[in-house]
């Protein structure tokens, strides 16, 4: 970076933002970033109320908020306090497959 620049960074959950900017930045720009933190945050508090509500399913989340990995979605869930929606059958699921694939670990 050249002398005189800085980034301006924030975190929201598992996305972070950065933007150089140095003492002749608009503040416009300053203003523009502050816009998308705030319409970030919005977004996930829409995603995370569907998903508590039951509205949305983990996958929509996902798809929603443009996560990749369902790692990341759990880690918002937690953040905010959201149980995930486990259920027996999901369980099975998941035994089925890693039997099907040979990766299930028995003791």
Request: aromatic share 6%.
């Amino acid at each position: 970076m050249a002398s005189g620049s800085r980034t301006s960074s924030f975190t929201s959950g598992a996305v972070t933002c950065s933007t150089p900017w140095n003492t002749r930045t608009p503040a416009v720009t300053l203003a523009s970033a502050s816009s998308l933190y705030v319409a970030r945050r919005s977004l996930e508090a829409i995603a995370v109320e569907g998903y508590r509500t039951g509205a949305l399913t983990e996958a929509q989340v996902r798809r929603l908020l443009e996560l990749d990995t369902r790692f990341q979605a759990h880690t918002l869930l937690k953040e905010h306090h959201v149980p995930l929606r486990y259920s027996e059958a999901d369980l099975e699921d998941d035994l089925f497959t890693h039997r099907e694939l040979d990766i299930l670990l028995v003791r």
